[in-house]
């Protein structure tokens, strides 16, 4: 059975980002696509970083009809790319799987990195760190050193024409915090809702992404991590971004799909693929904040369809 996103109406979510973005435009059917945005902003969610020159044609373009033209392209790209259709290309990692290895960082780095979290994250809402633009957070050797021993403990070794970079602009510190902090779940800045890790350009090209708690007890006292182990081939313009509730729909198309709770420990690594759904994981009983350093792996020759501007200002080389 192979259903696509538009035939799915009854199973989704009450609010997505598109969904969102809609909403706003219709509140103000004059504002500009980047107005809108703006808007989306400050509602607490979080989207891809805009290049300049898209900040300059979303100025010029009305955001109502824009996300109604918008909205024919998705659906025509997701009746292309239907989540449970025949993949087109080798992953890394198969979607919904992950990689535990223990003990990636030593207690020294995940001091330094939890001495700069309490200084540049100690306030709700405050969006991840980029660490690349505060390069004295983690030296650049530290990040390659993880990305090689992740890289090894991977199943199947990489295809031999590929060239894994670590994408600079999406190796972050974040600071999640509890419900507790919360009055009310807005947004998707503290990634509380499913989502994957690629984009509609991206698409199915591979990816890894590299999760790194720096506390003890992730998913246990503090928060922590989900999947959907759903070996999902493409992504979802409505629900990957974010998805309160995209389980019972992935499970019409996987019947076999399970949420799968991950525990770890401080300077553990986590390794999935991008198109994996994925969510913080929290519980009413978990009361303190957690810290993670994350990193996202991905081709040189598809690294472009991330908006890539300069490659060897955007990229960091593995080896």
Same mark, same amino acid.
């Given at each position: 059975? *192979?259903?696509?996103? @538009?035939?799915?109406?009854?199973?989704?979510?009450?609010?997505?980002?598109?969904?969102?973005? &809609?909403?706003?435009?219709?509140?103000?059917? /004059? !504002?500009?696509?980047?107005?809108?945005? #703006?808007?989306?902003?400050?509602?607490?969610?979080?989207?891809?970083?805009?290049?300049?020159? $898209?900040?300059?044609?979303? %100025?010029?373009?009305? =955001?109502? $009809?824009?996300?109604?033209?918008?909205?024919?392209?998705?659906?025509?790209? $997701? =009746? *292309?790319?239907?989540?449970?259709?025949?993949?087109?290309? *080798?992953?890394?990692?198969?979607?919904? *799987? !992950?990689?535990?290895?223990?003990?990636?960082?030593?207690? #020294?780095?995940?001091?330094?990195?939890?001495?700069?979290?309490?200084?540049?994250?100690?306030?709700?809402?405050?969006?991840?760190?980029?660490?690349?633009?505060?390069?004295?957070?983690?030296?650049?050797?530290?990040? $390659?050193?993880?990305?090689?021993?992740?890289? =090894?403990?991977? +199943?199947?070794? &990489?295809?031999?024409?590929?060239?894994?970079?670590?994408?600079?602009?999406?190796?972050?510190?974040? %600071? /999640?915090?509890?419900?507790?902090?919360?009055?009310?779940?807005?947004?998707?800045?503290?990634?509380?809702?499913?989502?994957?890790?690629?984009?509609? %350009?991206?698409?199915?090209?591979?990816?890894? /992404?590299?999760?790194?708690?720096?506390?003890?007890?992730?998913? #246990? /006292? %503090? +928060?922590?991590?989900?999947?959907?182990?759903?070996?999902?081939?493409?992504?979802?313009?409505?629900?990957?971004?974010?998805?309160?509730?995209?389980?019972?729909?992935? @499970?019409?198309?996987?019947?076999?799909?399970?949420?799968?709770?991950?525990?770890?420990?401080?300077?553990?690594?986590?390794?999935?693929?991008?198109?994996?759904?994925h969510q913080t994981f929290t519980t009413s009983v978990m009361a303190e904040h957690r810290d993670a350093l994350l990193i996202r792996v991905l081709d040189r020759e598809s690294a472009h369809r991330f908006s890539i501007l300069h490659q060897? #200002?955007?990229?960091?080389?593995?080896?």
């Amino acid at each position: 059975m *192979k259903l696509s996103m @538009s035939n799915s109406q009854s199973h989704s979510p009450p609010e997505t980002l598109q969904t969102e973005l &809609l909403r706003l435009a219709e509140l103000h059917p /004059t !504002y500009s696509l980047l107005q809108v945005h #703006e808007l989306l902003h400050g509602n607490n969610w979080h989207t891809e970083d805009m290049t300049e020159d $898209q900040k300059e044609v979303y %100025r010029k373009l009305n =955001a109502l $009809q824009a996300l109604q033209a918008m909205r024919s392209v998705s659906d025509n790209f $997701q =009746a *292309k790319f239907i989540l449970n259709s025949p993949p087109r290309k *080798k992953q890394w990692l198969a979607t919904g *799987k !992950y990689v535990h290895v223990c003990d990636v960082i030593n207690s #020294e780095t995940i001091g330094e990195l939890l001495s700069s979290c309490d200084r540049l994250l100690n306030s709700v809402g405050t969006p991840p760190i980029k660490v690349f633009e505060n390069p004295s957070i983690i030296h650049q050797s530290a990040l $390659q050193s993880i990305v090689r021993i992740a890289l =090894a403990s991977l +199943p199947d070794s &990489l295809p031999p024409s590929s060239q894994p970079v670590i994408l600079k602009k999406r190796t972050l510190l974040r %600071r /999640t915090f509890p419900p507790s902090c919360f009055e009310s779940k807005v947004g998707n800045t503290n990634n509380q809702f499913w989502h994957q890790d690629s984009n509609i %350009r991206f698409n199915d090209c591979p990816m890894l /992404t590299i999760w790194i708690p720096l506390q003890d007890r992730s998913g #246990e /006292t %503090r +928060p922590g991590l989900q999947i959907i182990d759903s070996p999902v081939s493409y992504f979802s313009v409505e629900h990957g971004d974010s998805s309160p509730d995209i389980f019972p729909f992935l @499970s019409q198309l996987f019947p076999d799909s399970r949420i799968v709770s991950i525990e770890a420990s401080a300077g553990d690594c986590i390794v999935f693929n991008g198109l994996t759904f994925h969510q913080t994981f929290t519980t009413s009983v978990m009361a303190e904040h957690r810290d993670a350093l994350l990193i996202r792996v991905l081709d040189r020759e598809s690294a472009h369809r991330f908006s890539i501007l300069h490659q060897e #200002e955007d990229l960091l080389s593995i080896a």
